[in-house]
Nanobody, 115 residues
Framework: QVQLVESGGGLVQAGGSPRLSCAAS????????MGWYRQAPGKQREWVAT???????NYADAVKGRFTISRDNAKNTVYLQMNSLNPEDAAVYYC?????????WGQGTQVTVSS
């Protein structure tokens, strides 16, 4: 079994730069793709960014140039550095990891943006 736990959310001022973390634990030999998704109230969950095991990133257009995804394979942890935050970025942020071709989700961390 694999567990993912996010941290780093909270109340942030517009223009702020919070960093989210997601640590995976459990029976893990290696984690393939890791990614971040978000869900705002009344909206569907949307993809934010993904990073491969070789640390190749991809970003949604809405965050490209402002967010940076990274990972530490030794710690089974993925990060999301968020810069120039705006009110449209407010959401619950979820991380996802693929282990042995199966996807696992974290419980989510709330990011609230104050203007």
């Amino acid at each position: 079994q694999v567990q993912l736990v996010e941290s780093g959310g909270g109340l942030v001022q517009a223009g702020g730069s919070p960093r989210l973390s997601c640590a995976a634990s459990g029976t893990i030999f290696s984690i393939n793709d890791m990614g971040w998704y978000r869900q705002a109230p009344g909206k569907q969950r949307e993809w934010v960014a993904t990073i491969t095991e070789a640390s190749s990133p991809n970003y949604a257009d809405a965050v490209k140039g402002r967010f940076t995804i990274s990972r530490d394979n030794a710690k089974n942890t993925v990060y999301l550095q968020m810069n120039s935050l705006n009110p449209e970025d407010a959401a619950v942020y979820y991380c996802r990891g693929v282990v042995a071709f199966r996807g696992y989700w974290g419980q989510g961390t709330q990011v609230t943006v104050s203007s």
